[in-house]
């Protein structure tokens, strides 16, 4: 299994440690960059998807329309980047254009400055 930058794969991310965390099997966009991912770096920096769509939500959220093996319109949730073990990526459902991921590193700068 080898994950790119730009790839959203479903994952496991249970168990989460608190509840403001996202949790379940789920969606997520790869957003390390592929020096790392290509590597044999253990971890994968990673922004959850979420089919709970929130409009007007920017820079918090970005919307993904639904595209190959991603079944539903989703919301990328920008708050909650973080960090998985790559033993957590089951499958892979579709990549963003270079476009969309441009925003998303946009609106991340935007949450962050």
């Known amino acids: 299994m080898m994950v790119s930058r730009g790839d959203i794969w479903l994952v496991n991310l249970n168990p989460i440690k608190k509840k403001n965390e996202m949790g379940k099997v789920r ?3 790869v957003y390390q960059n592929d020096e790392l991912n290509h590597g044999d770096y253990p971890t994968t920096i990673v922004i959850p998807l979420s089919t709970h769509l929130v409009y007007e939500a920017e820079p918090l ?7 190959d093996k991603l079944k539903e319109d989703s919301d990328i949730v920008i708050t909650q980047i973080r960090s998985i073990d790559n033993d957590r990526f089951i499958e892979k459902l579709s990549t963003l254009t270079n476009n969309e991921m441009q925003k998303v590193k946009e609106l991340f700068d935007e949450i962050i400055q």
Do not use: F, Y
Request: net charge positive.
């Open 61 to 67: 959220r970005m919307r993904v329309d639904k595209r």
């Open 27 to 29: 969606p997520v966009v």
